[in-house]
């Protein structure tokens, strides 16, 4: 998974190394090791241009949390200085590193969803990060068609019952 990539053309130069990477220790151990190359997609300009970045990539993880911190500008060492007052004025509703912005940052996940599917049928995209043990986040990717959270191992049951829910509504 390679991660923070802006553009298909840092992808494919990206992957054609580690492809390269990975003959050299093949040949060099005698094994026939096989990975499927894919990215996080972080920063907004990857979520917009997700179609592209799918002709490369065999899947996507959304790192919700960087992705939270470029489409906001927010900086997540300096926001615990002022987003609980922004949620306490009622400016946001939640803390959007807690539970997801869906109104916005969520939009960026369900264009690259769908934007990414359509250049590659089949595409597997989940999240990572601590959104994907969020009830409420949980929820969304379900709803924009998400095949995998994951999370902090204690944030594990919460997301595994909040994914069932979803799943029977």
């Given at each position: 998974?390679?991660?923070l990539i802006g553009t298909v053309r840092e992808l494919t130069w990206l992957k054609t190394e580690l492809v390269a990477?990975?003959?050299?220790?093949?040949?060099?151990?005698?094994?026939?090791?096989?990975?499927?190359?894919?990215?996080?997609?972080?920063?907004?300009?990857?979520?917009?241009?997700?179609?592209k970045i799918a002709?490369?990539?065999?899947?996507?993880?959304?790192?919700?949390?960087?992705?939270?911190?470029?489409?906001?500008?927010?900086?997540?060492?300096?926001?615990?200085?002022?987003?609980?007052?922004?949620?306490?004025?009622?400016?946001?509703?939640?803390?959007?590193?807690?539970?997801l912005d869906t109104e916005g940052i969520g939009e960026l996940v369900?264009?690259?969803?769908?934007?990414?599917?359509?250049?590659?049928?089949g595409l597997k995209v989940g999240v990572c990060g601590e959104h994907g043990g969020d009830p409420r986040s949980v929820v969304f990717f379900h709803q924009v068609g998400l095949?995998?959270?994951s999370c902090s191992p204690y944030?594990?049951?919460?997301a595994m019952l909040a994914a069932a829910q979803a799943a029977l509504d």
């Open positions: 998974m390679i991660p990477e990975i003959a050299d220790v093949n040949k060099e151990r005698g094994t026939a090791f096989v990975a499927p190359m894919g990215t996080m997609i972080e920063i907004p300009r990857a979520a917009l241009t997700a179609d002709l490369e990539a065999e899947f996507f993880s959304f790192g919700t949390n960087d992705l939270t911190q470029m489409g906001f500008g927010f900086s997540r060492d300096d926001a615990g200085s002022f987003l609980p007052e922004y949620v306490a004025k009622k400016i946001l509703d939640d803390d959007p590193f807690q539970s369900r264009i690259a969803t769908e934007k990414g599917r359509a250049a590659r049928p095949d995998y959270v944030r594990v049951p919460i």
